[in-house]
């Protein structure tokens, strides 16, 4: 088919891209054009199914009714309210809705544009937190290898992907990282693996090497997503909310992935039964359609705060988009979908279904590991020697002119589809992928 030249700018050059090849992408441009349900449309034409949620955020899928309809009204209602001093009704019934979603004891929610937003602030009212107390000297944050906690000096500071890290000077002091989880012996593992909840002790050892009294807070992803799907070995985060608790720490869970259905829970704090202090959120709130993000906070955090007079602002933070009437619009709509459509007993009840088609690739050319939980998996390949990453990009660029949309992360292919997805959709994507690894190189 055709390009339709209305669809792709003739100029490509002032678009700076993220986390994009820029060059070989503006040779050869992947280019969407509209998007429904579970396919978006490029600019030839073609279908292409979405295999990964958009970027890990279109949970309920595309161009949903009631949510294009909320933001439609809402644009024409309340374009923009301020959120310094003044309010607007929308963001206090979107932070009620997520308060009754939320693990118990979650009870306050303070708006942010982004996951890399949310993980600044969870950061800040960690380290306030402390200082509020009179435990100033608490001001050592602990993130994790292997960690993803977005693209800000806090978020890059504490997370442990090192092309995020090198280009950027001096981050963050007085920072330490715990290893990551992802032990061989666990490789193969349907779920959560066996091994691995020891290394939740070194938190201890950096305890013992700083002295908890000057901690504020561990901050990890119950299951860390953008770095390649390293999932918690049974044990290990009930092993850190128990250190933590012992020590005066508070625990931060990273759930911007996780968040809204992925692993078949509202969160996966509910999924494994473990009790944070703080929950940064994103993606999956406004379902990826207006950029919004969360921190849910206990009531001990929040009140915390609320001591001296009344007409003093208690926390010097915040942002000219938080709670935003059109995204808070946006989030309402996005919370009544799931509910509306069961989407996330929808997940937990597709996922050994998932976990089947994804293991099927066990024996694939150049695979050499699987991991998957809910409606998340990794297939991790052999990388090239002396080109790392170049198989798994390959891969993305054959699945896509197969109409198919994966995500790669290093030689790692992550996939997270909508949580609307049909088994013979599922089919599709694994067997498209199979497809293309047994011709790769």
């Known amino acids: 088919m055709a390009l339709d030249r209305n669809s792709v700018p003739n100029d490509l050059s002032a678009f700076w891209m993220p986390f994009t090849a820029n060059r070989q992408f503006k040779k050869a441009p992947r280019m969407f054009v509209s998007a429904d349900r579970m396919h978006y449309k490029t600019a030839d034409g073609r279908e292409v199914l979405d295999g990964t949620a958009g970027l890990w955020c279109c949970n309920a899928g595309h161009n949903r009714p009631r949510i294009v309809e909320a933001i439609r009204q809402q644009a ?53 937190y402390h200082r509020a107390r009179g435990d100033g000297a608490r001001t050592r944050l602990i993130g994790r290898e292997r960690g993803y906690h977005g693209v800000n000096f806090g978020g890059i500071s504490v997370g442990g992907i090192v092309n995020n890290r090198k280009m950027f000077g001096t981050l963050l002091t007085g920072v330490d990282h715990l290893p990551h989880t992802h032990l061989p012996e666990n490789a193969w593992s349907r779920g959560q693996p066996a091994h691995g909840a020891h290394l939740a002790d070194e938190l201890e050892r950096i305890v013992a090497l700083h002295g908890a009294e000057t901690i504020a807070a561990v901050i990890v992803e119950p299951m860390a997503g953008s770095t390649g799907v390293l999932l918690p070995p049974k044990g290990y985060l009930e092993r850190l909310r128990e250190i933590c608790t012992r020590h005066g720490i508070l625990l931060i869970f990273d759930e911007v992935i996780t968040g809204f259905g992925r692993l078949g829970s509202s969160f996966a704090a509910e999924h494994f039964d473990v009790q944070p202090d703080l929950i940064t959120t994103a993606k999956g709130l406004t379902n990826g359609v207006i950029p919004m993000g969360a921190v849910l906070a206990t009531p001990q955090i929040h009140d915390a705060f609320m001591q001296g007079p009344e007409h003093v602002i208690e926390l010097f933070h915040g942002y000219t988009y938080s709670g935003n009437p059109v995204a808070a619009a946006a989030g309402l709509a996005t919370l009544e979908t799931y509910r509306e459509d069961g989407l996330f007993e929808r997940a937990a009840e597709l996922a050994p279904y998932w976990e089947e088609a994804l293991h099927s690739l066990r024996g694939t050319r150049h695979v050499i590991d699987i991991r998957n939980m809910g409606l998340i998996g990794a297939v991790e390949l052999e990388p090239i020697a002396g080109e790392p990453t170049r198989r798994a990009f390959q891969a993305f660029l054959d699945c896509y002119e197969k109409g198919v949309l994966i995500r790669t992360t290093g030689d790692i292919i992550a996939m997270s589809p909508p949580l609307i997805i049909e088994k013979a959709q599922i089919d599709q994507l694994i067997g498209t992928l199979k497809e293309v690894l047994d011709k790769l190189d």
């Open 76 to 128: 024409g209602e309340l374009d923009y309210a301020p959120a310094f001093q003044m309010g607007h009704p929308k963001a206090f019934e979107l932070a009620s809705a997520l308060r009754d979603m939320a693990p118990d004891g979650m009870d306050h929610v303070f708006f942010t544009n982004s996951g890399s937003e949310s993980v600044e602030t969870a950061l800040k009212i960690a380290l306030a």
